[in-house]
């Protein structure tokens, strides 16, 4: 057993150092304005005070944000639909820098939450050392940029783990309600969506459908018909989320994408043939996932890896799957020594538990992932999230 309880406390102890001296890294960043919360918290003012025909108004957006965060040269513009502007409407009422210490506390009370919810299905975790659920969460490298970005992926996280847990107490149309709320990142939300409907899981969907209508018609109470249809016309613009990831703006480019969009888009050299070689990868993956046993893990492994738009921030998500494959692992340890392999394994099965800790490592050493994010290589992450989709564990 090498994980012995006191050498999880040193390796945790240093994963917090790590953590904090990476957040305390942006201070600039918070103080000039130059992080998402900018867009949400413009939103939410928008939103507030009646002036959601302006909401995707690129125009708009860059002056409100100017005058309310920090003056710069280029507006973030405001992709996500309109219900998701919803939470920052109260946080609008102070100023930039009060909000962004309200959200900080609320993501970390939340990143909590859903270690709690997860607590129950992390028991060879909690058996090694009890606070080893929350610390995992805790020292998450990409849980740590979502705070000091104000990004919602922790609300995300919440969400899926929130699912998973009713979807084990065989709930499933509680758990694709919940899962509906994830349509704060649509093009995380859909994909996962898409595989349960290939699963037929018909309560599930039927969750999902049911609170997907419902946030549609809220987001229509929120903004009108006409403005609901100037949203999905801005969504498949030139001025959209893909061109705006091709053109390196809005906060996020292509190559900075830690997905397979990424990774052959930096290969390519980001061509049409990228974009190509992408759709035929996700639906080889999609088609290969249709064929295993239901498991919301594999699914959002499945569209994390698959997306057309991702942020660095979304990567936190992968607590869930993560923290369920570091449970299976202990579990395996603490259990009695393995018989060697059958012959008539494939080679992927044969050395499933060496890929796995190789993935693992990549995300969970702190500083090997703080390296691959500032060298701009982030798009290589993409391999060891598509080794833990083929190797899934649930």
Same mark, same amino acid.
């Given at each position: 057993?090498?994980?012995?309880?006191?050498?999880?406390?040193?390796?945790?102890?240093?994963?917090?150092? #790590?953590?904090?001296?990476?957040?305390?890294?942006?201070?600039?960043?918070?103080?000039?304005?130059?992080?998402?919360?900018?867009?949400?918290?413009?939103?939410?003012?928008?939103?507030?005070?009646?002036?959601?025909?302006?909401?995707?108004?690129?125009?708009?957006?860059?002056?409100?944000?100017?005058?309310?965060?920090?003056?710069?040269?280029?507006?973030?513009?405001?992709?996500?639909?309109?219900?998701?502007?919803? %939470?920052?409407?109260?946080?609008?009422?102070?100023?930039?820098?009060?909000?962004?210490?309200?959200?900080?506390?609320?993501?970390?009370?939340?990143?909590?939450?859903?270690?709690? !919810?997860?607590?129950?299905?992390?028991?060879?975790?909690?058996?090694?050392?009890?606070?080893?659920?929350?610390?995992?969460? !805790?020292?998450?490298?990409?849980?740590?940029?979502? +705070?000091?970005?104000?990004?919602?992926?922790?609300?995300?996280?919440?969400?899926?783990?929130?699912?998973?847990?009713?979807?084990?107490?065989?709930?499933?149309?509680?758990?694709?309600?919940?899962?509906?709320?994830?349509?704060?990142?649509?093009?995380?939300?859909?994909?996962?969506?898409?595989?349960?409907?290939?699963?037929?899981?018909?309560?599930?969907?039927?969750?999902?459908?049911?609170?997907?209508?419902?946030?549609?018609?809220?987001?229509?109470?929120?903004?009108?018909?006409?403005?609901?249809?100037?949203?999905?016309?801005?969504?498949?613009?030139?001025?959209?989320?893909?061109?705006?990831?091709?053109?390196?703006?809005?906060?996020?480019? #292509?190559?900075?994408?830690?997905?397979?969009?990424?990774?052959?888009?930096?290969?390519?050299?980001?061509?049409?043939?990228?974009?190509?070689?992408?759709?035929?990868?996700?639906?080889?993956?999609?088609?290969?996932?249709?064929?295993?046993?239901?498991?919301?893990?594999?699914? @959002?492994?499945?569209?994390?890896?698959?997306?057309?738009?991702?942020?660095?921030?979304? +990567?936190?998500? @992968?607590?869930? %799957?993560?923290?369920?494959?570091?449970?299976?692992?202990?579990?395996?340890?603490?259990?009695?020594?393995?018989?060697?392999? %059958?012959?008539?394994?494939?080679?992927?099965?044969?050395?499933?538990?060496?890929?796995?800790?190789?993935?693992?490592?990549?995300?969970?050493?702190?500083?090997?992932?703080?390296? !691959?994010?500032?060298?701009?290589? !982030?798009?290589?992450?993409?391999?060891?999230?598509?080794? +833990?989709?083929?190797?899934?564990?649930?």
């Amino acid at each position: 057993m090498f994980f012995t309880r006191k050498r999880l406390k040193l390796y945790l102890a240093g994963l917090v150092i #790590v953590q904090l001296a990476t957040c305390l890294g942006f201070r600039s960043s918070v103080q000039s304005g130059a992080i998402d919360l900018r867009v949400y918290y413009t939103a939410g003012y928008m939103l507030r005070t009646g002036q959601t025909a302006l909401l995707y108004n690129l125009p708009a957006e860059k002056l409100l944000q100017n005058q309310l965060v920090a003056p710069m040269p280029a507006a973030l513009a405001f992709f996500a639909p309109p219900f998701a502007a919803l %939470p920052f409407a109260p946080l609008s009422l102070v100023t930039y820098r009060q909000a962004f210490w309200f959200l900080l506390a609320i993501n970390l009370a939340l990143l909590l939450l859903a270690a709690h !919810i997860m607590r129950p299905h992390l028991t060879a975790l909690a058996e090694r050392w009890p606070p080893l659920p929350y610390l995992l969460f !805790i020292t998450f490298i990409p849980a740590g940029l979502t +705070l000091v970005m104000g990004q919602v992926s922790i609300f995300m996280l919440l969400f899926f783990c929130m699912s998973f847990a009713s979807l084990h107490r065989s709930r499933p149309f509680l758990a694709g309600l919940v899962l509906s709320l994830a349509l704060i990142k649509f093009q995380i939300a859909l994909p996962v969506a898409l595989l349960f409907l290939l699963w037929r899981q018909w309560r599930f969907i039927a969750g999902f459908l049911t609170g997907s209508s419902l946030l549609a018609a809220l987001s229509v109470f929120l903004i009108g018909a006409r403005e609901s249809r100037l949203y999905l016309h801005t969504l498949l613009s030139g001025t959209g989320p893909l061109a705006a990831a091709s053109t390196g703006t809005n906060n996020v480019s #292509v190559h900075r994408m830690p997905n397979l969009y990424g990774l052959l888009a930096t290969v390519t050299g980001h061509n049409h043939l990228s974009l190509v070689l992408t759709l035929a990868a996700c639906l080889a993956l999609l088609a290969w996932a249709a064929f295993q046993r239901p498991s919301l893990p594999l699914a @959002l492994l499945i569209s994390v890896g698959t997306g057309l738009y991702l942020f660095p921030c979304d +990567l936190a998500l @992968l607590l869930l %799957p993560l923290s369920l494959l570091c449970n299976q692992l202990f579990a395996e340890d603490d259990a009695l020594p393995a018989t060697a392999p %059958p012959p008539h394994l494939s080679w992927l099965q044969k050395h499933r538990r060496d890929i796995l800790f190789c993935a693992l490592g990549t995300f969970l050493i702190g500083p090997a992932l703080i390296e !691959i994010i500032v060298n701009n290589l !982030i798009f290589l992450l993409a391999l060891p999230i598509l080794a +833990l989709a083929l190797c899934p564990c649930d």
